[in-house]
């Protein structure tokens, strides 16, 4: 059979690891045979990061933002340990994190699902994604401990005028108080991303904030959304796309009673806490998919979950493994499915459907890595190791391209 061949280039970003590991072999039995790509290669294991003094995540980045499609292997990110067993210069930042901020993108999670793992909340039907505004809040905030009776003050100063001063709380004893912010800018792109994104996927928005308790900072954010939301409305009505604003509670309230199926925009610290009991509700961090997506419309993907350092220690030492490979296979899909899409090649995208149809078939037809065992409702399932997963899931891919 020919190759399909695709258009431009996609920018893959090499890991660590197990998922390193497993991503070589998804690239080899399930990509590679089907796909006539020019990929641009990045290797960001972290003995590269550290020989290139980190450059390596940078190019990368810039890579995806010049070619509009890039995947991503999960990567370690050094802490003190991490810098003693590879014997790092120092503590490089996380790449994604890095990534990012170069992107200036948002990060959307998004469950894959399957007919026999049930997701814990009755009625959810289908996968509900989240964004999470990863900016500011209480993420940049600054503390204080206050110790004894004194006036805590919020004074801003313009750089030409004269400063507004509004008091905290006048403490008569012991207490805390921190001041944070965010920039109409992040809020901004972090709209047009959800936008962006609901548009191209057809799903509807739900926002959300606390806006009758904090009517300036959250009330800001609830105007950015509604503005994008109205700036966007031609084409949102063409895609029969709704925006849906609530206040967290209800929204809280709603989501568990929803079908599923929305893209559900949250705050930092909202998104934070609801994006695992998403994924928590959805079933195994190998199930969550993951894709950063800029305001311009240009993507990473990749599994959400990390490189699996217990199973690889396990690996090292010849011993079986048993490492959920859907969310890693689902990376390489998203990504050749949006190129395809990008490029005007229905071929590519196509493949990448057969590709994602192989592998729901073989974990609803009873294969699974045993992550899967607890909460699937096939009787007598069979747990399989991590490369019998794989040659089952290109089995079944191979016939779907006959
Ligand atoms: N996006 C990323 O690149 C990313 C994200 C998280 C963690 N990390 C890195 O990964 C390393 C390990 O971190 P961690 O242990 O906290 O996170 P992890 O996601 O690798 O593992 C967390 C837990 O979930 C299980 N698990 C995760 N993915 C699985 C899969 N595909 N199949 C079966 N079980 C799976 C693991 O066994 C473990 O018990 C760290 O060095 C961390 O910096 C990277």
């Known amino acids: 059979m020919a190759k399909i061949t695709v258009k431009t280039p996609i920018v893959e970003m090499d890991g660590d690891e197990m998922a390193r590991v497993m991503w070589q072999r998804i690239k080899e039995q399930l990509i590679l045979p089907y796909l006539d790509v020019d990929i641009k290669y990045y290797d960001l294991a972290v003995t590269n990061r550290d020989a290139t003094d980190d450059q390596v995540t940078v190019d990368a980045a810039k890579a995806t933002l010049e070619y509009g499609v890039g995947v991503k292997c999960a990567t370690i990110t050094p802490n003190e340990d991490r810098v003693k067993e590879f014997h790092l210069k120092r503590e490089w930042p996380s790449p994604n994190g890095t990534i990012r901020s170069i ?7 998004r469950p894959i699902t399957m007919q026999n793992i049930p997701p814990a909340v009755r009625a959810w039907k289908r996968p509900i994604t989240i964004a999470r505004h990863a900016f500011g809040d209480i993420y940049r905030d600054q503390e204080l401990v206050v110790s004894q009776p004194g006036k805590v003050e919020l004074v801003y100063t313009p750089q030409d005028g004269a400063p507004q001063r509004l008091v905290v709380n006048d403490f008569q004893g012991g ?15 972090f709209a047009r991303a959800c936008f962006t994104y609901a548009i191209g996927e057809k799903v509807n928005v739900w926002f959300n904030t606390k806006d009758t308790i ?5 009330a800001r954010f609830r105007d950015i959304f509604q503005a994008e939301a109205d700036a966007r409305k031609a084409v949102l009505d063409a895609a029969g ?3 849906s604003y609530y206040l967290i509670d209800d929204a809280v309230a709603q989501v568990m009673k929803s079908e599923g199926g929305q893209l559900w925009a949250c705050m930092n610290y909202d998104g934070d806490v609801m994006s695992d009991m998403v994924a928590a509700g959805f079933g195994s961090l190998g199930l969550m998919s993951s894709v950063l997506v800029n305001p311009d419309g240009k993507y990473e993907y990749e599994a959400a979950h990390g490189t699996v350092t217990r199973h690889f220690r396990r690996h090292q030492r010849g011993e079986e ?3 959920n490979s859907v969310a890693s296979i689902f990376a ?3 990504a050749i499915g949006k190129r395809g899409e990008l490029d005007g090649t229905p071929e590519v995208t196509a493949f990448a459907r057969r590709l994602e149809e192989a592998v729901v078939e073989t974990i609803e037809g009873g294969v699974m890595t045993r992550d899967l065992l607890a909460l699937t409702t096939t009787e007598n399932p069979r747990g399989v190791d991590t490369w019998t997963f794989l040659n089952a899931v290109a089995e079944t891919l191979q016939e779907k391209m006959k």
């Open 103 to 109: 992107m200036d993108g948002t990060v959307f999670r």
């Open 175 to 189: 207490g805390v108080a921190m001041g944070m912010f965010n920039l109409d800018s992040s809020i901004q792109s």
């Open 214 to 218: 904090s009517k300036k900072y959250h």
């Open 241 to 243: 796309i709704t925006y």
């Open 321 to 323: 493994t048993s490492t």
């Open 332 to 334: 390489w899909t998203g």
